[in-house]
């Protein structure tokens, strides 16, 4: 990377491969206009987020005619609404990102996108658990690549004194394809049993998988429009111009055999790790076997649970989560063994406690964010006798309704306090909205009336939206535009893990252990809340010092800026 000239195409003003200036970037600090490319990249990119969610989240409104259907319980759909998801999902985004990396992302997203799609509509053909685990898994590889791509992209399309506003589009998008989940998973299936109700249905199918075949249609021409998007210039925003990849698919593969387990041995054997990195390696994975055999004994005594059937093989279901943990858990330690081998200058930009600090922070409230989403369709259907027509029209359209609110005051809201109090505003944001939010939540699942319910859980919501558009405006602020792939799938690793991988499960097995009551099991998982405000005001203390050493810390590593 040098600083060179950049060209700015998608930049307002500014005419085709005008070099990057210092007015022009005094402008975009000022608040400079968002071209028709920025708005026509955001719009698909919103549209992409939404779509992820719809595929992602049809799940939870369809979950207990599901477990109905096919004979399984809380704990095993949290497996496949969290776990099962969570693995590959996790896993993927790290190829993925490297890829966004180096590729062209506008394709690289479409092909994703289209992708997941298809296994999407597979659930549909499910007659058992293991058909909806490799629906599960596909989606969680097609999705892994949606944020990284997403983000990148328009970090580069709008002006850097935009991008709260840019996040807060994607929160709508994430916003609608919440409500359109439940709305349409909820309507969809009713009205199909309903129609049929007489058992002469096409193909003989239920409800729930006709649901599954309508949220993936919309997927594939969506994907079309996005592969005729033009990709703008990786860094033009930032006035970095960033050198071609020479090998983004190599680069991608290198990727994923350095943080895959097992293949990873073979990585540090060919980079001729030293005996320091094969022990932190082979030390790390005890400790990880460890604590998972520990989670194993505890959580099955706890919350027994019956096998799970895979074909002629059996498991555990607490032996299978803590198995895809544990998993997880070592792709992170294999990733940043493999920044320290292969790419320095990322290695040491990673490293910023403050961006560490923010990673475990998305990770931890997000498990709460989907165990509030896995579990409140399955609240308002058991506890207060809504149909799941209901809960689609009711719940879904006022989740999305508020999230979008949400959304639309945080983003430019974070802008503004940035632009008066730099990053310390944003932060201050954060803290805030995550300070307050666990007692509205425990006030919202105390409710006794559907009434009651929905005036606390619209306070919640709002209060809960406020978080996702300044955490990664500041998260991604804390790396360099070459290096905003693999460090948000750096991020969605841990945030999958902790937030997708262990809320929903965590929800299952308290709500199981408790005869169903899926709201003390929300109620209960906001003990981490604590935690996550002190880790903030660490953040709060140190981020700007984090941010003027990025730099440095780039160029220590070898990064030519």
């Not at 005594?301 to 997880?328: C, E, I, K, T």
């Not at 009434?451 to 939206?465: E, V, W």
């Not at 893990?497 to 899926?518: A, E, K, R």
Request: hydrophobic residues 50%; glycine residues 12%.
């Amino acid at each position: 990377m040098s600083d060179s000239p950049a060209s700015a195409p998608p930049v307002a003003g500014q005419a085709p491969g005008a070099p990057v200036t210092p007015a022009a970037t005094e402008a975009k600090k000022g608040g400079e206009p968002i071209s028709r490319y920025g708005w026509h990249a955001l719009i698909l990119m919103s549209s992409a987020q939404m779509m992820s969610l719809l595929d992602r989240q049809i799940l939870s409104i369809l979950a207990n005619d599901i477990r109905l259907d096919l004979g399984i319980g809380d704990a095993e759909m949290g497996l496949l609404y969290g776990t099962v998801f969570a693995l590959f999902y996790a896993l993927f985004s790290l190829p993925l990102g490297r890829l966004v990396d180096g590729w062209v992302r506008t394709k690289l997203l479409a092909i994703c996108l289209a992708g997941w799609s298809f296994f999407a509509g597979l659930a549909a053909f499910a007659q058992g658990f293991t058909l909806l685990a490799i629906s599960r898994l596909g989606v969680g590889i097609g999705e892994a690549a949606t944020q990284p791509a997403a983000n990148s992209i328009l970090f580069d399309s709008l002006p850097k004194s935009r991008r709260g506003l840019a996040m807060g589009g994607l929160g709508v998008g994430l916003a609608l394809g919440l409500g359109l989940s439940m709305a349409l998973g909820g309507i969809v299936a009713e009205r199909w049993d309903l129609a049929f109700a007489s058992g002469d249905a096409p193909f003989g199918f239920r409800g729930w998988q006709v649901a599954f075949l309508v949220a993936a249609l919309p997927g594939f021409p969506l994907a079309w429009l996005i592969y005729k998007l033009r990709e703008p210039e990786r860094g033009t925003m930032d006035g970095i111009h960033t050198k071609a990849d020479p090998a983004p698919f190599a680069a991608s593969a290198g990727v994923l055999g350095a943080v895959t387990p097992g293949a990873n041995w073979m990585n540090l054997w060919r980079r001729d790790a030293g005996a320091r990195q094969w022990a932190i390696n082979l030390v790390g994975l005890g400790i990880i076997i460890g604590f998972c055999l520990l989670m194993v004994e505890l959580t099955s005594d706890y919350s027994p649970r019956p096998a799970l059937d895979f074909g002629a093989v059996a498991f555990s279901p607490h032996v299978l989560q803590w198995s895809v943990f544990g998993f997880g858990a070592f792709v992170v330690l294999n990733l940043f063994q493999n920044f320290r081998l292969t790419d320095k200058p990322t290695f040491n930009v990673v490293l910023s406690p403050s961006l560490l600090m923010l990673m475990v922070v998305g990770g931890l409230q997000t498990a709460i964010n989907y165990g509030v989403m896995f579990a409140s369709p399955q609240i308002l259907i058991r506890q207060f006798g809504l149909s799941m027509a209901d809960v689609g029209l009711q719940f879904g359209l006022l989740s999305a309704l508020l999230a979008t609110i949400g959304a639309l005051v945080a983003g430019p809201l974070a802008d503004w306090l940035g632009s008066r109090m730099g990053p310390r505003g944003m932060i201050w944001l954060v803290v805030g909205s995550l300070g307050i939010s666990p007692f509205f939540g425990i006030w919202t699942y105390s409710a006794e009336t559907l009434t009651d319910f929905y005036i606390r859980y619209t306070m919640y919501s709002l209060i809960l939206t406020l978080w996702l558009p300044p955490t990664y405006t500041l998260l991604l602020g804390l790396a360099l535009p070459r290096m905003r792939g693999i460090v948000f799938s750096t991020y969605l690793v841990i945030m999958t893990l902790l937030g997708q991988g262990l809320g929903p499960y965590f929800v299952g097995i308290i709500s199981d252990q408790n005869g169903g009551d899926l709201a003390q099991a929300l109620i209960t998982l906001n003990l981490v809340c604590p935690a996550i405000v002190a880790l903030l005001l660490v953040v709060l203390t140190r981020y700007a010092r984090d941010e003027e050493s990025m730099l440095d810390r780039a160029r220590a590593g070898g990064e030519e800026v």
